[in-house]
């Protein structure tokens, strides 16, 4: 079991660049794919980036691609998503997300995740 705090929420003026952390308890952490999903106001939770066991893969919704980035540090339980060119569209609760899985491959399904954070507001202003 993982249990997962995320943080670096805030309000930004569009354009701005943020980057969120997410800090794991559990010493199997390596074992744990993970993923950071959004909510909007009014809308159904979504996923937005994965990152393998290693760190090696990672995928992104068509949303945020080429805008954020996210990557994991396994000797500090950490995972992160940076970022940039924010939108007001960007406007969520973020959640870090972890799913053991031994196996390749990912998932953009919600359901799929098994653990999740509090989640952290990200704010966007145009």
């Known amino acids: 079991q993982v249990q997962l705090v995320e943080s670096g929420g805030g309000s930004v003026q569009a354009g701005d660049s943020l980057t969120l952390s997410c800090a794991a308890s559990g010493h199997t952490f390596s074992s744990y794919v993970m993923g950071w999903l959004r909510q909007a106001p009014g809308k159904e939770r979504e996923f937005a980036a994965f990152?393998?066991?290693?760190?090696?893969?990672?995928y992104y919704a068509d949303s945020v691609k080429g805008r954020f980035t996210i990557s994991r540090d396994n000797a500090k339980n950490m995972v992160y998503l940076q970022m940039n060119s924010l939108k007001p569209e960007d406007t969520a609760v973020y959640y870090c997300?972890?799913?053991?899985?031994?196996?390749?491959?990912?998932?953009?399904?919600?359901?799929?995740?098994?653990?999740w954070g509090q989640g952290t507001q990200v704010t966007v202003s145009s």
């Open positions: 997300a972890a799913k053991y899985y031994s196996a390749s491959g990912y998932s953009t399904k919600v359901a799929w995740y098994d653990y």
């Open positions: 990152i393998s066991r290693s760190g090696s893969n990672t």
